[in-house]
């Protein structure tokens, strides 16, 4: 069972660049998450795709977009970067409702190191 | 709202010393979902335990284990006789149950604790 992947590994881009990262989810999940890590802080939530939908949203920009695809897997767009968008993006798939009790468990992949200059 | 708040930045102990991780949390919720991950410089998150509402019972894994008080709202990481190895920064999160039919799962991470252990 391949679990969740993300591409690409390492990623400099300068200011006001658009950036699009990759999220493979684990074998029959249909939900992915996706979350920023800055330097120093925890992950924070940015927002999740269940079923090819938005289905809730952090803190964060319009300029932060996604899509889902229909085998599950994932895309975070960033517009007009800024210096602070530099992180470890995260993402995190999960399995159908009901595949464990009460509780969405969330399987994270290695993360992608964006650096804006 | 969820909150959860880690007060220890860093801790720097010898190696086989004890050292207990401390994760404090905010939740309206009466079902919701604790846990610790560890991610060491690699960056990957690495899942360390979950634990629901209702079970307050304390766990033991090998040279981990937890401590989980409801009425301080708590939920405590202990590494008995600690090893280099053990060096890397440590998450509390919080997660709501996914019966709410809310955002699926989603967790709520503390800022971490960066875990030193010198040989």
């Known amino acids: 069972e391949t679990g969740v992947t993300q591409s690409p590994t390492h990623l400099i881009k300068t200011r006001g660049q658009q950036v699009t990262l990759r999220c493979s989810s684990q074998?029959?999940?249909?939900?992915v998450s996706w979350y920023q890590q800055a330097l120093g802080q925890g992950p924070q939530f940015i927002f999740q795709?269940?079923?090819?939908?938005?289905?809730g949203r952090g803190n964060f920009p319009p300029r932060f977009s996604g899509l889902q695809f229909p085998n599950y897997s994932s895309e975070l767009n960033v517009n007009a970067l800024e210096l602070d968008d530099s992180a470890l993006y995260l993402c995190?798939?999960?399995?159908?409702?009901?595949?464990?009790?009460?509780?969405?468990?969330?399987?994270f992949g290695p993360g992608t190191r964006l650096t804006v200059l | 709202a969820q909150k959860v708040t880690q007060a220890q930045t860093e801790i720097s102990v010898v190696e086989k010393e004890d050292v207990t991780l401390d994760c404090v949390y905010e939740?309206?919720?009466?079902?919701?979902?604790l846990f610790w991950y560890k991610q060491p410089p690699s960056g990957e998150l690495v899942f360390l335990i979950r634990?629901?509402?209702?079970?307050?019972q304390n766990e033991i894994s090998g040279r981990y284990s937890w401590n989980f008080q409801k009425s301080t709202s708590s939920f405590n990481f202990t590494i008995t006789a600690s090893q280099v190895v053990d060096s890397a920064v440590y998450f509390c999160a919080l997660s709501e149950s996914a019966d709410r039919g809310s955002t699926l799962g989603r967790l709520y991470f503390g800022r971490g604790t960066q875990l030193t252990v010198w040989p």
């Open positions: 995190a798939s999960s399995p159908p409702i009901g595949t464990t009790s009460s509780y969405n468990e969330q399987f």
């Open positions: 795709y269940y079923r090819e939908e938005e289905n």
């Open positions: 939740t309206r919720d009466t079902t919701y979902y």
């Open positions: 634990r629901n509402s209702f079970d307050e």
């Open positions: 074998s029959g999940h249909n939900t």
